[in-house]
């Protein structure tokens, strides 16, 4: 009886006669075999990952289609500055940017998460019932900036968490969207832009290396310099501004307009004006302040107007408080008897401004001290005025000489500041009566002494943030200043005949919306108060 033998022998056992193989070819197979069956299993595992974990629809990255404003879900958001103690135990959800994400392990991810400058940390932690390991992997996966939606219950840490604005809570997270993915590498990182001097410095003192971002480098890259929580806070601190300045004199009587910035001559004489051609070759200008078109607007029976845009100056000038374009704050209205009733209204709006700043934006000012350290500005509540002969008198007291007919350089205007808090205690005051040859053509000479002006300078640190007058209003008298200042009256004809159909005493001043909020806050440049600023070098982004 021939021996029974397999029917089916296996590739991987020795055969005998012709099929025979060796032992070392067989472990080689059997080796093979298994890698094969390991990538089988590892792509089934990476085509059906949904499969293998039951939390799969916690997180993932938003689909297009579902950001199309596809539907209204009627869920309630909560912003990430008004997450409280007081939310403890409640389901929120919130959206924001990822600024840090910091995993502890493959179990727990900490994600702090930012919205208009404010921050809160995120726990994302492994729970058999809710959060898986890939629902963490995805979290730390997440590039910084990118814009997430999270939905968690507000929890109380043990202790304060010294990493976010929200220190006092934080969010247990239960589910995780991405809405949108920021690349990678960004060209600076808001860790870097939002670093204070102080920081660096100290850093350095340790012996250790920061990186500083300069100022061209935030400029060029304006979008996410923005983003860090100064900048958020200088920017809302300047709409506050603009805001107090238009509520203000709406109560005062005084009527919003909105004047051109094409016009054909210059508004305030001099050569830094944008020339350009207007239609058919006209040669024409922007506009360097709404000045003729506000007084031709009292002219036109508004009695009181105020006009908040922009402002033009082709300057080549480079330093830290001048910008060829910026946002002007401008005033005109009537004068019953004296010129110091407009100075009246500078007084009680700018105190009212400052009050209204410090009690309503402290968060914001505190912001920005952080990282722009500053004292709060001193000021009075009735405002400190002087004439112009009397600062000349405080500068020659300390010993600066200064022309008495002449005007106030950028050294000799810090020095009278300094002397002014010194002597006053105040950081905000009002110089008036200035010399008649350093004021532009349409500013009404003094009735005692033509050296003289009607006119007067505001001052904060040191520093001058508006500029105002009586008007002339009698159209003669105007020409003949005009043609005194090298300006082609053809040019204005429009705004001088406005003043021979009867023209009331009026007078204003302008503010640079920009250069108050640089001073208020005590920072050192301009172009820290202007969103997109543009000076002489610069037009973009």
């Known amino acids: 009886m021939a021996s029974e033998e397999p029917q089916n022998p296996s590739p991987m056992e020795p055969q005998e006669g012709s099929n025979k193989i060796s032992k070392k070819e067989a472990a080689k197979l059997e080796r093979q075999r298994r890698r094969q069956e390991a990538a089988a299993v590892a792509a089934i595992s990476a085509v059906s990952v949904e499969e293998s974990d039951p939390f799969s629809g916690n997180y993932d990255d938003v689909a297009l289609n579902d950001l199309q404003s596809k539907a209204v879900s009627g869920r309630k958001w909560t912003e ?38 404010f921050t809160v940390q995120c726990v994302l932690t ?33 202790k304060p968490i010294t990493g976010s604005t929200q220190q006092q809570v934080e969010v247990q997270i239960s589910k995780l969207y991405c809405v949108n993915r920021a690349v990678p590498t960004l060209p600076i990182n808001i860790e870097d832009a939002a670093r204070s001097e102080v920081e660096i410095e100290q850093a350095l003192e340790k012996g250790e290396q920061l ?24 920017f809302r601190i300047q709409c506050q501004v603009e805001n107090i300045f238009r509520q203000f004199l709406l109560s005062e009587g005084f009527v919003g307009i909105h004047t051109p910035k094409l016009i054909a001559g210059s508004s305030e004489g ?17 506009a360097q302040s709404p000045q003729l078109h506000k007084q031709m607007a009292i002219c036109g029976d508004f009695s009181r107007v105020f006009e908040i845009g922009p402002v033009f100056r082709a300057e080549d000038s480079f330093t830290h408080r001048h910008l060829c374009e910026f946002t002007g704050l401008d005033v005109e209205m009537e004068i019953k008897e004296h010129y110091s009733e407009v100075m009246d209204i500078v007084d009680r709006l700018f105190v009212a401004m400052f009050d209204s700043l410090n009690e309503n934006c ?29 600062g000349i008198q405080m500068l020659k007291e300390a010993g600066v000489e200064v022309d008495p007919l002449g005007d106030l350089n950028t050294e000799s205007e810090r020095k009278l500041g300094q002397l002014v808090a010194e002597k006053y205690g105040t950081e905000f005051y009002i110089l008036h ?30 520093e001058e943030i508006i ?4 008007r002339i209003h009698v159209p003669e008298f105007l020409e003949k200043r005009a043609g005194e200042c090298g300006i082609d009256v053809k040019t204005i004809s429009a705004y001088i005949d406005s003043f021979r159909y ?10 640079g919306l920009e250069r108050v909020v640089m001073l208020f806050c005590a920072l050192n440049n301009i172009r820290k108060t202007s969103l997109f600023p543009r000076d002489p070098q610069r037009i973009a982004p």
């Open 362 to 390: 402290k968060k914001e000012l505190e912001a920005i001290g952080k990282q722009y350290p500053f004292e709060p500005l001193k000021y009075l509540r009735k405002t400190l005025r002087l004439t112009f002969a009397e």
């Open 502 to 511: 009867g023209a009331p005493p009026h007078g204003g001043f302008g503010v």
């Open 126 to 158: 492994v729970k058999v019932d809710l959060v898986s390991s890939q629902m963490v992997k995805y979290a730390t996966s997440l590039s910084k900036e990118s814009i997430v939606d999270i939905e968690g219950v507000v929890s109380i840490p043990e």
């Open 433 to 462: 009566k200035y010399p008649q040859a350093v004021r532009p053509f349409y500013t009404m000479p003094c009735h005692d002494n033509p050296s003289y002006s009607n006119s007067f300078d505001v001052f904060i640190r040191g």
């Open 80 to 117: 990430v500055g008004s997450i409280t103690p007081e939310l403890k135990d409640q389901v929120i959800l919130i959206r924001g940017r990822v600024q840090t994400i910091r995993p502890v392990g493959k179990k727990i991810a900490f994600v702090v998460v930012r919205e208009r400058g």
């Open 467 to 470: 500029s105002g007058a009586q």
């Open 211 to 234: 990186v500083r971002v300069n100022q061209d480098t935030r400029l060029n890259f304006r979008i996410l310099d923005i983003r860090t929580p100064a900048n958020q806070g200088i």
């Open 270 to 286: 001099g050569s830094a004006v944008f020339r350009l051609v207007y239609k058919g070759g006209v040669p024409a200008c922007l």
